[in-house]
């Protein structure tokens, strides 16, 4: 089998590899959570912002898209990148892992400027 040759201390690969749906649960947990606390966040600042005036709470809803877009970017950038990072870091490669964040660092600066010359 694949996990046969695993060592004791790889309990997270053995989850993966044993049983992926189990995994799948397991590895969305954080995700869910970070998503709630997001929509929490909207939620109350729309709640907040509706005791200054209609055009404010408009404002809110308005931006609570474009505030999702830009984190789903980061966060997809971020997951990509630590991938990418931890592989190289696997294979004892550090020329591609220095590379590799030197990237990474470059297009997050690069997404930062232009969103903010946008917005």
């Known amino acids: ?9 790889d309990s997270g690969v053995k989850s993966i590899l044993g049983d992926p749906r189990n995994a799948l649960i397991r590895m969305s947990i954080p995700l869910i959570v970070s998503l709630f606390f997001t929509s929490i966040y909207n939620v109350v600042d729309a709640m907040w912002v509706a005791g200054i005036g209609v055009n404010a709470l408009a ?8 505030f999702t877009a830009i984190m789903g970017i980061g966060n997809g950038l971020g997951a990509g990148s630590a991938s990418s990072l931890s592989k190289y870091i696997g294979e004892d490669n550090k020329s591609k892992a220095d590379n590799g964040s030197i990237h990474t660092m470059f297009i997050t600066l690069f997404f930062s400027l232009v969103t903010t010359l946008i917005l």
């Not at 089998?1 to 201390?9: K, L, T």
């Not at 404002?59 to 898209?65: E, K, Q």
């Open 1 to 9: 089998m694949i996990g046969d040759n695993i060592s004791s201390n």
């Open 59 to 66: 404002g809110v809803g308005f931006v609570t898209p474009i």
